[in-house]
């Protein structure tokens, strides 16, 4: 199982990589987000969706290794000894509590900190200085949203802009401003102005003749400065447990019902895999793992709507957080009893030792027919 799961977690782990990092590159390109933040980003999402990943690996690791045991023709051997498919539930679980408590400390503390820390991220990049927003050779809009700014190219670490444009939005209309050069200035008080040489400025109504045009050598425009308030309006998503458990609403307890069910959801999902990796030596492994995949996506999605649920208020959190989990726990229940009846008609051994008898009587039906003959 440990094989299995290191194997299933490099595959999982490795897409999970790949799909962050084109998704966060795409935003950098985009001027969403800071391009020296990207490692930081990717490390951030890969925590955020680590429960998941941990989940589907124990899931898939224990049915993988039971499915074998049937298609080797182990299972047969472990029946005729006497023992019970019970007994695979202890070797299960000392391997999967461990990542069952992994799960839950992943989804109980280190999510929340890892979207507080991306959120942190993103708030700090989009409150900067406006000019440092600009990117050479695309538009940016302003903090305020009332200017917007494009320069062709960048010199001296960003306080030098080259052919600058620049379309500002007030009472009086629109203000264009073109240049050929801006630096970046203090003026020790705080304050941060773009001063333009050697351009032009166009005031008016967009539609109206009356335009207003002037050339100037030196034109100083006021940039707006922010100081970054961080956490001032956190999501739900990334606030800790503990602030959750304090401010109960149906947001935060939607929130607290996803973080608690992640756990839950492993060690279920673990031990279906005991009765679910029944499988015909003769036959192929693929349908079971298909049925694991369409298991393991439906739970999920049905959790997801519980909390959406009480979400949106229609749910109380405490019927919603159970009842689900307890159908699981009483579906995983109703297979082990199937498969511990052995006289039951559809039993694993019941099923194998039939397909033996047959293939050693196809075997034996030219012998049997030569006998006849003779």
Same mark, same amino acid.
């Given at each position: 199982?440990?094989?299995?799961?290191?194997?299933?977690?490099?595959?999982?782990?490795? #897409?999970?990589?790949?799909?962050?990092?084109?998704?966060?590159?795409?935003?950098?390109?985009?001027?969403?987000?800071?391009?020296?933040?990207?490692?930081?980003?990717?490390?951030?999402? #890969?925590?955020?969706?680590?429960?998941?990943?941990?989940?589907?690996?124990?899931?898939?690791?224990?049915?993988?290794?039971?499915?074998?045991? *049937?298609?080797?023709?182990?299972?047969?051997?472990?029946?005729?000894?006497?023992?019970? /498919?019970?007994?695979?539930? +202890?070797?299960?679980?000392?391997?999967?509590?461990?990542?069952?408590?992994?799960?839950?400390?992943?989804?109980?503390?280190?999510?929340?900190?890892?979207?507080?820390?991306?959120?942190?991220?993103?708030? @700090?990049?989009?409150?900067?200085?406006?000019?440092?927003?600009?990117?050479?050779?695309?538009?940016?809009?302003?903090?305020?949203?009332? @200017? !917007?700014?494009?320069?062709?190219?960048?010199?001296?670490?960003?306080?030098?802009?080259?052919? !600058?444009?620049?379309?500002? #939005?007030?009472?009086?209309?629109?203000?264009?401003?073109?240049?050929?050069?801006?630096?970046?200035?203090?003026?020790? +008080?705080?304050?941060?102005?773009? !001063? /333009?040489?050697?351009?032009?400025? *166009?005031?008016?109504?967009?539609?109206?003749?009356?335009?207003?045009?002037?050339?100037?050598?030196? *034109?100083?425009? +006021?940039?707006?400065?922010? !100081?970054?308030?961080?956490?001032?309006?956190?999501?739900?998503?990334?606030?800790?447990?503990?602030?959750?458990?304090?401010?109960?609403?149906?947001?935060?307890?939607?929130?607290?019902?996803?973080?608690?069910?992640?756990?839950?959801?492993?060690?279920?999902?673990?031990?279906?895999?005991?009765?679910?990796?029944?499988?015909?030596?003769?036959?192929?492994?693929?349908?079971?793992?298909?049925?694991?995949?369409?298991?393991?996506?439906?739970?999920?999605?049905?959790?997801?709507?519980?909390?959406?649920?009480?979400?949106?208020?229609?749910?109380?959190?405490?019927?919603?957080?159970?009842?689900?989990?307890?159908?699981?726990? $009483?579906?995983?229940?109703? $297979?082990?009893?199937? +498969?511990?009846?052995?006289?039951?008609? *559809?039993?694993?051994?019941?099923?194998?030792?039939?397909?033996?008898?047959?293939?050693?009587?196809?075997?034996?039906?030219?012998?049997?027919?030569?006998?006849?003959?003779?």
């Amino acid at each position: 199982m440990a094989s299995s799961a290191g194997a299933t977690f490099t595959v999982l782990f490795t #897409v999970l990589v790949t799909w962050t990092l084109i998704s966060v590159l795409g935003k950098a390109a985009g001027g969403k987000v800071a391009s020296s933040d990207v490692l930081a980003l990717i490390g951030f999402a #890969v925590l955020n969706y680590l429960p998941t990943i941990l989940i589907l690996t124990t899931f898939i690791s224990v049915l993988a290794a039971v499915t074998r045991s *049937y298609r080797d023709s182990e299972m047969v051997v472990w029946f005729a000894s006497g023992m019970s /498919l019970a007994r695979w539930i +202890r070797p299960v679980l000392t391997f999967g509590l461990p990542m069952v408590l992994l799960v839950g400390t992943l989804s109980l503390v280190v999510t929340p900190w890892a979207k507080l820390k991306s959120t942190e991220f993103v708030e @700090r990049f989009q409150k900067r200085e406006d000019l440092k927003r600009v990117a050479p050779g695309q538009f940016r809009e302003s903090s305020s949203a009332d @200017r !917007v700014f494009f320069v062709e190219r960048s010199t001296e670490g960003a306080t030098v802009v080259q052919n !600058v444009f620049v379309n500002s #939005v007030d009472g009086n209309g629109h203000a264009i401003v073109v240049a050929k050069e801006g630096v970046i200035e203090s003026d020790g +008080r705080g304050g941060q102005y773009l !001063v /333009l040489s050697n351009g032009r400025r *166009y005031q008016g109504v967009p539609g109206q003749a009356d335009f207003q045009s002037m050339e100037f050598e030196r *034109y100083s425009m +006021r940039v707006a400065t922010q !100081v970054p308030v961080l956490g001032t309006d956190v999501p739900t998503s990334a606030m800790t447990t503990p602030q959750l458990l304090a401010a109960p609403n149906q947001f935060t307890l939607s929130e607290l019902l996803g973080r608690v069910s992640q756990p839950i959801v492993c060690l279920i999902l673990m031990l279906l895999a005991i009765p679910l990796g029944f499988v015909n030596p003769r036959a192929g492994s693929s349908a079971n793992m298909i049925l694991a995949l369409l298991i393991f996506f439906t739970y999920n999605n049905l959790v997801k709507l519980i909390e959406a649920s009480v979400k949106k208020g229609r749910m109380d959190f405490a019927m919603a957080w159970w009842p689900l989990h307890l159908a699981a726990a $009483l579906a995983v229940l109703a $297979l082990f009893a199937w +498969r511990l009846n052995v006289n039951h008609r *559809y039993h694993p051994l019941v099923l194998i030792n039939a397909w033996k008898r047959r293939r050693h009587f196809k075997g034996a039906l030219p012998a049997i027919h030569k006998a006849e003959a003779e």
